[in-house]
């Protein structure tokens, strides 16, 4: 599915783990199972995160949205900082800049499920979060040492993806700025401009 997506635009393979453990959201919770087959991979041109549980899609993504924000953020930026990509200073990269090359699919199904909603559109699961996040910090950390080429192309990307950002962000700050200086009493639209009159017939 997620080569059909990419395409010829993919800069990686797509990889496939899946994860089988149990556990529960709280002490005083029932344990529950829980299992999921995560795939991504990396494109320049198209970026995809879609979660499934139960069957169902979860167009929110609740609990494996949140994971998957947290260990990809950390994982990558744990690999810039050991390759010492960063430039002195440099702020840390955010998700947006991951997600902006990320093609991932999740597919999971646990015993026991707590939606956010009745329209079932997130799930709330902490331990579905818990060991989704940790699942993925390691084996995306073996991913980068055994896949060297694909870790620095990815790593490339997503600094590709977080300078842009900036220098759009950048750049919308300074025409707003140069707009604001610019605008006036004299040359704003008609009924904005303050009332020189104190004649109700004007």
Not at 1 to 23: D, F, K, M, N, R
Not at 79 to 89: C, E, F, G, V
Not at 116 to 127: D, P, R, V
Not at 170 to 179: E, F, G, H, Q
Request: net charge neutral.
């Amino acid at each position: 599915y997620i080569g059909e997506v990419v395409g010829e635009t993919a800069l990686t393979a797509p990889v496939s783990w899946h994860l089988e453990t149990q556990g529960r959201d709280r002490e005083d919770k029932d344990e529950y199972k829980f299992k999921a087959d995560i795939s991504f991979c990396v494109a320049n041109t198209v970026n995809m995160l879609e979660y499934y549980h139960n069957s169902s899609y979860l167009e929110h993504g609740g609990s494996p949205d949140r994971a998957v924000r947290l260990a990809f953020t950390y994982a990558l930026d744990k690999y810039l900082k050991a390759n010492n990509r960063y430039t002195k200073n440099e702020s840390k990269i955010t998700f947006n800049d991951v997600a902006d090359c990320l093609v991932l699919v999740i597919n999971s199904f646990s015993t026991m499920t707590s939606y956010e909603n009745q329209t079932k559109k997130a799930i709330t699961n902490t331990f579905i979060c818990d060991a989704l996040n940790e699942f993925l910090r390691k084996q995306l950390e073996i991913y980068f040492i055994e896949n060297p080429k694909a870790a620095e192309l990815f790593g490339n990307q997503v600094l590709i993806n977080k300078h842009s950002r900036e220098t759009a962000e950048k750049a919308r700050v300074d025409v707003k700025k140069k707009l604001a200086g610019s605008i006036d009493a004299a040359n704003r639209v008609e009924k904005f401009v303050n009332c020189r009159s104190k004649d109700p017939a004007i």
